[in-house]
Structures are given as structure tokens and as C-alpha cells.
């Protein structure tokens, strides 16, 4: 079946740092979708990648489509404090809707 | 435009009981979809249903089971209830899955299962 792991499970960074997230399949993904969750919030779309070694900016957020299209990631410039939640990848398996483990950002200011 | 609603907003119930979820999608949205999160953890696919039928299920019992009318509206059933079924429900709704799966949340129920 399908096996998404989300790398770090946690991360502090001080503000104004970078932070990262992983996304990695054991199978190739036809698409890729990024959402955030606020504390006490529902998950929202952040943005879909689709082809492979795509990149994608929003802001201070890059995203990244491997050129296996097996991994993904999500890059932060510079956090802020309005950063904060988890952030979960959602690879397209065709028929099932997986969301990876997720990664909880604390910001500290 | 409205987003996903869902109903009730929080709900206490016993073991064993039974509980009924209910969410409209966004406008226009035929897919709804049923998630499950646990108290600090990820989301755990339920249900999937698309044009009034399941197209798919995640790997939970039978006592989890749900419908969609032909309004697109949606209920999650849940029968014999156990503590472990303690969590946020989380209920999305997306466009025909022609292309695009992006998914629209409602703000979730939370179960409580004493």
C-alpha cells in the first residue's frame, strides 16, 4: 500500500530562520498537494505540483516536486510567527486520500 | 461563496452508542470526503463519496459507514461507539475528481466518546 513519511515530525525554529518539510513516497506520484492547519483550525490548500522537478512559490514558501515525483518539499524563508501549524503533504494515489504525517511548525519569536 | 459546513460542531457520547455527522459541501462540489483525526495526530481517510455512491473507504470497520444524498450533502454514521473513536471528524469537499483533487475542509466535529 501506499507509504508517505513526513519528515521532521516537529520543528522549532526562532523567527526569522528557514524551515523545511519532507514529503517522501515509496511509489511515484501522479500529483502532489500541500496543506496547513493552523492550532484548533482545519487543513487548507496550499498548492498542487503535478510534474516532475516542478517548483512552485508562494511568498516565502517554495515547494518542490522531485524528478521522480516519489518526494516533495516545502521550503519557508525567513518564518514568521503566523507560520505556525502542521504542515501536511497529500500525494494523488488515483482512488485513496492519504496526508502524510505531518510536520508541526512552532515559531519562536 | 459558503464553505464546507458541518454539524455539530462538538458532540459527548457513550460507548456503544451510535452518532450521526453531517456536512454540505461548497456549492458545485459532487466529492465529499470523511477524514479522521485523533488528538494530536495526522488524518486518517474514511470515506470517499462521489455523485451519490462510496467510491472508496480507508481501512476502518463496517461500523463506520456514511451516504451521500442527491443534494451532494453528506452523513458519516458511526455504530457502537469506543473510546478510541474519540477525535476530530473532518469532512472536505472538492470539484468532480476529473484532474484536480484539491480539497476544501469544514472546520470539523469533535466526538467525545465516554
Known amino acids: 500500500g501506499q507509504q508517505v513519511m513526513q519528515i521532521p515530525q516537529y520543528q522549532h525554529v526562532q523567527e526569522g530562520e528557514d524551515f523545511t518539510t519532507y514529503c517522501n513516497s515509496s511509489t511515484t506520484l501522479s500529483n502532489i498537494q500541500w496543506y496547513k492547519q493552523r492550532p484548533g483550525g482545519h487543513p487548507v490548500f496550499l498548492i498542487q505540483?503535478?510534474?516532475?522537478?516542478e517548483v512552485k512559490k508562494q511568498k516565502r514558501l517554495t515547494f518542490q516536486f522531485g524528478e521522480a515525483k516519489k518526494n516533495s518539499s516545502l521550503h519557508i524563508t525567513a518564518t514568521q510567527t503566523t507560520d505556525v501549524g502542521t504542515y501536511f503533504c497529500a500525494p494523488d494515489t488515483g482512488n485513496q486520500f492519504y496526508f502524510g504525517t505531518g510536520t508541526s511548525l512552532t515559531v519562536i519569536p | 461563496e459558503a464553505g464546507v459546513t458541518q454539524s455539530p460542531t462538538h458532540l459527548i457520547k457513550t460507548r456503544g452508542q451510535q452518532v450521526t455527522l453531517r456536512c454540505s459541501p461548497i456549492?458545485?462540489?459532487?466529492?465529499v470526503y470523511w477524514y479522521q483525526q485523533a488528538l494530536g495526530l495526522g488524518l486518517q481517510f474514511l470515506l470517499w463519496?462521489?455523485?451519490?455512491?462510496?467510491?472508496n473507504r480507508g481501512n476502518f470497520p463496517p461500523r463506520f459507514s456514511g451516504r451521500q444524498f442527491p443534494n451532494y450533502s453528506s452523513e458519516l454514521n458511526v455504530n457502537a461507539l469506543e473510546l478510541e473513536d474519540s477525535a476530530l471528524y473532518l469532512c472536505a469537499s472538492s470539484l468532480r475528481p476529473d484532474g484536480s483533487y484539491e480539497q476544501y475542509f469544514g472546520p470539523g466535529t469533535r466526538l467525545t466518546v465516554t
Open positions: 456549492s458545485g462540489h459532487t466529492s
Open positions: 505540483l503535478v510534474k516532475s522537478g
Open positions: 463519496y462521489d455523485e451519490g455512491e462510496e467510491r
